[in-house]
């Protein structure tokens, strides 16, 4: 396997969620081991950790479910003209997400930046577009609310509330009390609590997505503390799924067993055993250790043996994946561009539609046509994933064309994704919900010989990085038992 260059430039300023910062390895310098691990999932994480074994002198096999790499990292173009594609999964890289760029140098992975725009909003039946230091042409606002931009709202509200928080990056999030006060309540319900009229959360929501209404205030607090720093937005060049299959490359294709669904874990103090169902058959595969590195939804089908700790068990079974659903519409030609609109979210609305995503500038050069996608979350994904899938077209461009009137004869192609309907992760990202902060120590504490990985045990949670980092430790934890 040829070891690829990384930098450690960005070393420095990675970010810790629960213990020391992960050091790279060097390249060249892998320990010789004569121990063996399986690795379940072949996202991301999975992946992640598998290499970073490997360079450790670790003999890995993951086993993967899907018949592809990548888990929630999953790039469409079969379909769409002009050689262009779109996002089912992962379609942001921000420029504070140090570890998902360096895997990106690492690899070889070239990176567009997403473009700075003004969107288009459509609240309360109204469509139109702000300019920064007029007044919202909206009913219902406080008085010091009228002229205040997003952007300073997030400074005044939020920012403003980090160093009563915490800061995960210095290991010190949250800070004595603030679990007792705020582990029970929605993040929504802390924006009311700091004054937020309905109207102006209508506003925020817009822009953040309806997952406001039920995500805890710590789970997200925890994650804008994180990424406080956030300026540009990137995107692998030609796709984001060529992360996950050019590190898949560096594992090795031998090292990863495909369409392999697993259906029990056995462990005890010498070892693993993992029982799966794969193309030949029924399989069983024996290690020192085991890097779990799927959804705890998927886990819940697992039989293990002997039954895991009780909080570990409660955390699987009570762990929450928002549900996501997309409507994707290639478009003859970039019509909105004509009013002024751009950037990546296009249209902020608090209607079914939810936002409209553009990766029309991330597509490849010289063509034409766009690339958006109703980007639905929460009890809109809900709605739009429980129509049947023949109808989700005519539900999605009916939502549109209220603020898109154009969208109908634009329309060249139409794709629709449920991440419910995905048997292999069913839901698209993790969710900490009020009372259930306990829930993220329980996530990632290892059981014996299993070790856990996964978005749904970082702080960026639903993110690359989260994926990443989870991977990165998952690893050290296996080589810190030797």
Same mark, same amino acid.
């Given at each position: 396997m040829q070891q690829p260059r990384i930098s450690r430039r960005r070393l420095a300023g990675l970010f810790v969620w629960a213990g020391a910062a992960h050091a790279l390895p060097a390249c060249g310098q892998a320990a010789a081991s004569d121990k063996r691990v399986l690795v379940l999932g072949a996202g991301l994480a999975g992946l992640s950790a598998a290499w970073e074994l490997q360079q450790l002198g670790y003999e890995v096999t993951v086993i993967e479910g899907r018949d592809r790499v990548g888990g929630r990292v999953w790039t469409l173009r079969e379909g769409l003209e002009q050689g262009q594609f779109a996002e089912i999964g992962a379609v942001r890289i921000p420029d504070v997400h140090e570890r998902t760029l360096d895997y990106c140098e690492m690899l070889g992975l070239e990176l567009d930046e997403y473009k700075d725009g003004e969107p288009l909003y459509y609240i309360d039946g109204k469509r139109f577009m702000h300019v920064a230091g007029e007044p919202w042409?909206? #009913?219902?606002l406080n008085d010091d609310e009228l002229e205040l931009s997003l952007g300073d709202y997030w400074t005044r509200e939020i920012y403003a509330t980090f160093t009563e928080f915490g800061d995960p990056r210095m290991n010190g999030f949250p800070k004595p009390g603030i679990v007792e006060e705020y582990d029970g309540m929605v993040y929504a319900d802390f924006l009311r609590m700091r004054g937020t009229s309905e109207t102006y959360l209508k506003l925020y929501g817009a822009d953040n997505g309806s997952e406001i209404s039920t995500i805890g205030t710590l789970a997200w607090m925890g994650a804008e503390v994180a990424d406080q720093a956030w300026g540009a937005t990137y995107h692998i060049r030609g796709g984001n799924d060529q992360l996950p299959?050019?590190?898949?490359? /560096?594992?090795g294709e031998g090292n990863i067993r495909l369409g392999s669904k697993v259906t029990k874990i056995a462990h005890d103090d010498a070892g693993v055993t993992v029982t799966f169902v794969g193309p030949d058959g029924e399989t069983s595969l024996s290690a020192d250790y085991l890097v779990c590195a799927i959804p705890f939804t998927t886990l819940r089908d697992v039989a293990i043996e002997p039954e895991f700790s009780a909080d570990k068990t409660k955390a699987i079974k009570e762990l929450f994946l928002m549900n996501a659903g997309r409507g994707y519409i290639q478009t003859r030609t970039r019509f909105w561009e004509k009013e002024g609109i751009g950037g990546l979210k296009i249209a902020k609305t608090d209607g079914p539609a939810e936002r409209i995503w553009n990766l029309s500038d991330v597509q490849p050069a010289g063509t034409t046509m766009g690339v958006i996608q109703s980007y639905t979350q929460n009890h809109n994904a809900d709605a739009y994933c429980a129509i049947a899938? /023949?109808?989700?077209?005519?539900?999605?461009?009916?939502?549109v064309e209220k603020f898109f009137p154009e969208i109908r004869d634009e329309k060249v192609v139409f794709f629709h994704f449920c991440?419910? #309907? #995905?048997?292999?992760?069913k839901g698209a990202w993790t969710d900490t919900l009020p009372n259930q902060w306990w829930i993220v120590d329980a996530t990632r504490k290892p059981e014996g010989r299993v070790v856990f990985a996964g978005e749904h045990t970082s702080v960026w949670a639903g993110w690359m990085q989260g994926a990443i980092e989870s991977g990165q430790r998952a690893a050290d934890e296996i080589a810190a038992m030797g």
């Amino acid at each position: 396997m040829q070891q690829p260059r990384i930098s450690r430039r960005r070393l420095a300023g990675l970010f810790v969620w629960a213990g020391a910062a992960h050091a790279l390895p060097a390249c060249g310098q892998a320990a010789a081991s004569d121990k063996r691990v399986l690795v379940l999932g072949a996202g991301l994480a999975g992946l992640s950790a598998a290499w970073e074994l490997q360079q450790l002198g670790y003999e890995v096999t993951v086993i993967e479910g899907r018949d592809r790499v990548g888990g929630r990292v999953w790039t469409l173009r079969e379909g769409l003209e002009q050689g262009q594609f779109a996002e089912i999964g992962a379609v942001r890289i921000p420029d504070v997400h140090e570890r998902t760029l360096d895997y990106c140098e690492m690899l070889g992975l070239e990176l567009d930046e997403y473009k700075d725009g003004e969107p288009l909003y459509y609240i309360d039946g109204k469509r139109f577009m702000h300019v920064a230091g007029e007044p919202w042409p909206l #009913d219902g606002l406080n008085d010091d609310e009228l002229e205040l931009s997003l952007g300073d709202y997030w400074t005044r509200e939020i920012y403003a509330t980090f160093t009563e928080f915490g800061d995960p990056r210095m290991n010190g999030f949250p800070k004595p009390g603030i679990v007792e006060e705020y582990d029970g309540m929605v993040y929504a319900d802390f924006l009311r609590m700091r004054g937020t009229s309905e109207t102006y959360l209508k506003l925020y929501g817009a822009d953040n997505g309806s997952e406001i209404s039920t995500i805890g205030t710590l789970a997200w607090m925890g994650a804008e503390v994180a990424d406080q720093a956030w300026g540009a937005t990137y995107h692998i060049r030609g796709g984001n799924d060529q992360l996950p299959k050019r590190l898949a490359e /560096e594992v090795g294709e031998g090292n990863i067993r495909l369409g392999s669904k697993v259906t029990k874990i056995a462990h005890d103090d010498a070892g693993v055993t993992v029982t799966f169902v794969g193309p030949d058959g029924e399989t069983s595969l024996s290690a020192d250790y085991l890097v779990c590195a799927i959804p705890f939804t998927t886990l819940r089908d697992v039989a293990i043996e002997p039954e895991f700790s009780a909080d570990k068990t409660k955390a699987i079974k009570e762990l929450f994946l928002m549900n996501a659903g997309r409507g994707y519409i290639q478009t003859r030609t970039r019509f909105w561009e004509k009013e002024g609109i751009g950037g990546l979210k296009i249209a902020k609305t608090d209607g079914p539609a939810e936002r409209i995503w553009n990766l029309s500038d991330v597509q490849p050069a010289g063509t034409t046509m766009g690339v958006i996608q109703s980007y639905t979350q929460n009890h809109n994904a809900d709605a739009y994933c429980a129509i049947a899938p /023949e109808e989700r077209e005519e539900f999605c461009l009916s939502a549109v064309e209220k603020f898109f009137p154009e969208i109908r004869d634009e329309k060249v192609v139409f794709f629709h994704f449920c991440w419910s #309907d #995905d048997p292999w992760s069913k839901g698209a990202w993790t969710d900490t919900l009020p009372n259930q902060w306990w829930i993220v120590d329980a996530t990632r504490k290892p059981e014996g010989r299993v070790v856990f990985a996964g978005e749904h045990t970082s702080v960026w949670a639903g993110w690359m990085q989260g994926a990443i980092e989870s991977g990165q430790r998952a690893a050290d934890e296996i080589a810190a038992m030797g």
